[in-house]
């Protein structure tokens, strides 16, 4: 048995700065670890930013309370549980919640003077005190804590305060949140517009159906140009635009520690999976934070990860419930206060990232120019050969991370950030107040945010795989949220254009018009573009009768000719070993794209009615297996 117990009692003063017993000693002397094994912890430090204890428990020569312990003999102080003794609500007055969350600390108890405050990092509380309490007559006096404890203690003492905050971050002049006031007029403004069109088409049929199919084959001409621009740019420059990296990334000097959010909403079954996935990842878990965000009142979530055993590693932040707002963005804001690391990465439940997915980020930013502010990686899918659906979706996603954003990227457009395999300077993504918490995709948004403060994004071909979805109508609700939060993205954006071109420059501004305005009218028109078949069953065609036969096969030939490059570019997307099995399948592209029109039509409907409401996507189809075995890079930290 360890000799490491300390005996609790009342709170007393810590003894006056000296020097202190080093952590590796008392563990050594304790009998818990021996001579070689401090002496090869402590060479590992010299690479890796963490402290000594950190990496004893990731070597699996410690658990974490025995560090903790040690720690309280080194610093002749006392060890508290604040789960079975919590502070009083009352004693929050005496530190503001930024102070507690900078410096991960809580009061928690008072005695006349004496104030005694909750820290895991006894040795920073000297210098901390006067940034924290400012000029308080109070004596401070540390007493130790568990980390997870401290914040779960923020998290009560301050939770209220913090989740306003970070559904508050970013400017309101960058939010759409100052919508809340305008439901009304939006409404108004949504039933003037129906008004007009349909006495427009009762008055002038032909004409009014001729001007929205022009304007159909506007936005479509400028999706197509985009397309093509970014095919042929992707043909000639390769598949990664990755000019600031070296041929062959040198490793960092010291590896940082990378803290990534993972929100979970409801989630069964998730946990266990999730573990067993990220365990796989090659960097030192020393050095690795993985942060489960809930959300309060979901008692499924909670109830799975309680019955969970989960690594040191992993870290569980629920973010409470105030007002009505419940979105992925406010959950990562309120989670982004308690993360650890200069690295901050996104990833879904359901993800399994390749194992050296993290190693490649760090060196990617170690190598980068310090205005490459966010690292984008590729997404892929385990189930593609579910259904129809998951291999279309499937295709699809090949079209855009393997052919259309990377050749994006090369022509220097903004680029739209997808919600996962994200990886974010934390000084960049607090510099711009993180996410809007009220845009549904809150993604895209950041990206524009991104440019438009003077950042780049760049590309990483480094895979993560994640569930297709492979019904209809969770396909359609999902596609409906990512076409809401489009349209809301283009229209705070563009509220101010000779602003947004001042920040961005014309060409990436024209880019902003295509990548969201026009993708969304695309899948809002549609329908109309569909009427060219009419002629094919013996019907005829209201532009033959408006334009004249030439120009209506004019335009039926352009018709073809955008859904033929729309099947060749996907067909070059998976011209691949891994997904050549979806060639056949391109032609039916089409078809799926039909589902694509019901879900804009819920999603302009939702534009007006709900502008914030959150569709969560649904997960759970059961696979026997995932491709995340693919070979770590030779580069990797010890």
Known sequence: MSNLGLELKAPSPARARGRYRPVGRILVDAGLIDQADLVHALEAQRDLDAPLGEILVAQGLVSRSEVTKALALQHQIQQVDLDADPPKPVLARHLSAEASLHHKIVPWRRIGQTLFVATSQPDTLHTLAHEAFGNSDLDIVPVLA??????????????????????????????????????????????GVIFVASMLFALLPAVTFTAFVLWALFCST??????????????????????????????????????????????????????????????????????????????????????????????????????????????????????????????DAEDAPEADQINRVVQHFDQAHKNVAC?????????????????????????????????????????????????????????????????????????????????????????????????????????????????????????????????????????????????????????LLWSFCLPLFGAAHPVQATLGANVFYGLFGYFLFAEILNISVAMTAVSGPLHRHLIPWAITLPFYFILGSFAAYKALYEFVVTPFYWDKTEHGVPHRSSPIGSKASPLRPP
């Open 146 to 191: 568990e980390p997870a404890q401290i914040n779960r203690q923020i998290t009560a003492l301050y939770g209220t305060e913090l989740t306003k905050r970070a559904a508050e971050r970013v400017p309101p002049h960058e939010s759409c949140r100052t919508w809340r006031v305008a439901g009304p007029r939006r409404r108004i403004w949504a039933a």
């Open 375 to 527: 690292v984008q990686g590729v997404l892929d899918f385990y189930n593609a050969r579910t259904n129809w659906i998951s291999r279309c979706f499937t295709l699809e996603y090949a079209t855009w991370w393997r052919v259309i954003l990377p050749g994006v990227a090369h022509l220097g457009l903004i680029i739209p950030l997808g919600g996962t395999t994200l990886f974010f300077r934390r000084a960049a993504l607090e510099k711009l107040r993180g996410w809007d918490a009220h845009n549904v995709t809150e993604d895209a948004d950041l990206g524009v945010r991104l440019a438009r403060h003077g950042y780049k994004t760049d590309l990483l071909p480094t895979v993560t795989y994640e569930e297709a979805n492979f019904r209809a109508w969770p396909w359609i609700k999902q596609r409906s949220r990512w076409l809401k939060g489009f349209l809301i993205t283009w229209v705070v954006h563009s509220r101010a254009p000779l602003r947004l071109i001042r920040d961005v420059g014309l060409i990436r501004f024209l880019g902003v018009q295509v990548l969201f305005l026009a993708t969304f009218c695309q899948f809002i028109f549609a329908p």
């Open 222 to 347: 400028m999706i197509m140009t985009l397309r093509l621009s970014a095919f042929l740019a992707r043909c000639l420059w390769g598949n990664t635009p990755l000019p600031s990296d070296p041929a062959v990334p040198s490793p960092p000097t010291r590896w940082p520690k990378v803290s990534v959010l993972v929100p979970l909403l409801h989630e069964e079954e998730i946990a266990s999976a999730l573990i067993a996935r990220l365990s796989q990842l090659s960097y030192p878990k020393a050095l690795l934070q993985i942060v489960l965000v809930l959300e309060e009142g979901d008692q499924m979530t909670r109830d799975t990860i309680a019955r969970t055993e989960l690594p040191f590693w992993f870290d569980v932040i629920e973010v409470p419930q105030a007002g009505k707002l419940r979105t992925k963005p406010r959950a990562l804001n309120y989670a982004l206060e308690f993360c650890s690391g200069s690295i901050i990465g996104v990833w």
